[in-house]
């Protein structure tokens, strides 16, 4: 059974750098034609696609949030981290990282795994 599980603090202050880690178990990160996402949904919103990384380490991004976000991945511990920098109020959200063959799309049944999400709010 795949499980992702989202990992990071809880609380980050304006204009510093939100990191939060996704820890894959049952599957390998570098699994073929796999691709693993970054989602959010700030409260009373939709949800928002951020980016994702491929199995082969590439990475592709949402125009409106490139300039701030970044994904990585350490294949050695089956994780991958969002980072987004300069964060502001309205970063606030639940994160959710999930995987399969899609990405870029924010439906839950067009990806094979979803994780719990953590809340993330941006307040000093």
């Known amino acids: 059974q795949v499980q992702l599980q989202e990992s990071g603090p809880g609380l980050v202050k304006p204009s510093q750098t939100l990191s939060l880690t996704c820890t894959i178990s049952g599957e390998s990160i570098t699994a073929s034609h796999h691709y693993w996402s970054w989602i959010r949904q700030p409260p009373g919103k939709e949800l928002e696609w951020m980016g994702a990384m491929s199995y082969s380490g590439g990475t592709y991004y949402s125009a409106s949030l490139k300039s701030r976000t970044s994904i990585s991945w350490d294949t050695v511990k089956n994780q991958f981290t969002l980072q987004v920098r300069s964060v502001i109020p309205e970063d606030t959200a639940v994160y959710v990282c999930?995987?399969?063959?899609?990405?870029?799309?924010?439906?839950?049944?067009?990806?094979?795994?979803w994780g719990q999400g953590t809340q993330v709010t941006v307040s000093s």
């Open positions: 999930a995987g399969g063959p899609n990405y870029g799309t924010t439906h839950r049944n067009h990806y094979a795994y």
